[in-house]
């Protein structure tokens, strides 16, 4: 079982003036592959995002992040920026893929930023905010983010082979 957390970047979450709903959807997904360790809701602060995102990587040491909300157009929508400023390593494929997918049920999917990462040996994976992108989204990528992990954590290397 992998160890995630899950970060919710949401002003008016972080204000109480909105439920954070799509947590609920990313646990309900990923309880069959891991356990959720960590949560936290801040607002659409990059500087704040950030650190959290290193003391999930850092300090606690979790294997997957897993963000919701920020992707957008809006000039609060951060998230992307945080997490390019902690990561290592970009790993475009996954968000291309979450694009591509979900293009055929919304066409403005095209104007979401999500982005994802490694810093040290913790996947980073932007969502988006609503519950129905975070669904559509996350069921595209999430056996494959099983798969780069157990890689990353030097439990597999084979990834030509077939699954």
């Known amino acids: 079982m992998i160890k995630i957390a899950i970060l919710t970047a949401s002003d008016k979450g972080s204000r109480g003036e909105r439920k954070d709903t799509s947590s609920q959807v990313i646990r309900d997904m990923v309880s069959k592959v891991g356990e959720v360790i960590a949560y936290t809701l801040v607002p659409d602060e990059r500087k ?14 979790v294997d997957l992040v897993l963000t919701t909300g920020g992707t957008g157009f809006s000039p609060r929508d951060v998230t992307p920026e945080a997490t390019k ?30 982005i994802s990462g490694i810093r040290g040996q913790t996947l980073i994976v932007n969502l988006p905010g609503s519950p129905k992108g975070v669904k559509e989204n996350l069921e595209v990528v999430l056996k494959q983010l099983v798969h780069g992990i157990k890689i990353l954590k030097g439990q597999d290397a084979e990834c030509g082979k077939e699954e």
């Not at 970009?90 to 968000?95: A, N, S, T």
């Open 48 to 61: 704040l995002i950030s650190q959290k995102l290193i003391e999930f990587c850092d300090d606690m040491k």
């Open 85 to 114: 400023a902690v990561i290592e390593k970009e790993v475009p494929g996954i968000p291309e893929a979450m694009r591509m997918v979900s293009f055929k049920k919304s066409p403005q999917s095209v104007l979401s930023r999500e």
